[in-house]
């Protein structure tokens, strides 16, 4: 059974900087092309970012790109997104997601192309 468990959330500042992480357990994430989705109050959860299974290639959001990264650390079965520069904008549960779909360069925007979810971590952003 894989499972995957995001922290890192918590409140800041506009301007600040937070860092989620992902740790996946169960199966060897070097499996698995991954991704953070969020959803803020009221809205529908959305695409933030992507990471291939090998981590040289990613995609980004245009509201996030330049400010966010995601990265990933197979030997520690973890991946990270380091988000700078945040906005009350960025307010939302960030969701750490998995798919074996794919081979070692594919990466998804689309949230049915994701097979394992965690149970997020809300991130709240002050003006």
């Known amino acids: 059974q894989v499972q995957l468990v995001e922290s890192g959330g918590g409140l800041v500042q506009a301007g600040g900087s937070l860092r989620l992480s992902c740790a996946v357990s169960g199966r060897t994430i070097s499996t698995y092309a991954m991704a953070w989705f969020r959803q803020a109050p009221g809205r529908e959860r959305e695409f933030v970012t992507a990471?291939?299974?090998?981590?040289?290639?990613?995609n980004y959001a245009t509201s996030v790109k330049g400010r966010f990264t995601i990265s990933r650390d197979n030997a520690k079965n973890t991946v990270y997104l380091q988000m700078n520069s945040l906005k009350p904008d960025d307010t939302a549960v960030y969701y750490c997601?998995?798919?074996?779909?794919?081979?070692?360069?594919?990466?998804?925007?689309?949230?049915?192309?994701?097979?394992?979810w965690g149970q997020g971590t809300q991130v709240t952003v002050s003006s």
């Open positions: 997601t998995a798919t074996m779909t794919g081979n070692t360069g594919t990466y998804y925007t689309a949230e049915r192309a994701y097979d394992y």
């Open positions: 990471i291939t299974r090998s981590g040289l290639s990613t």
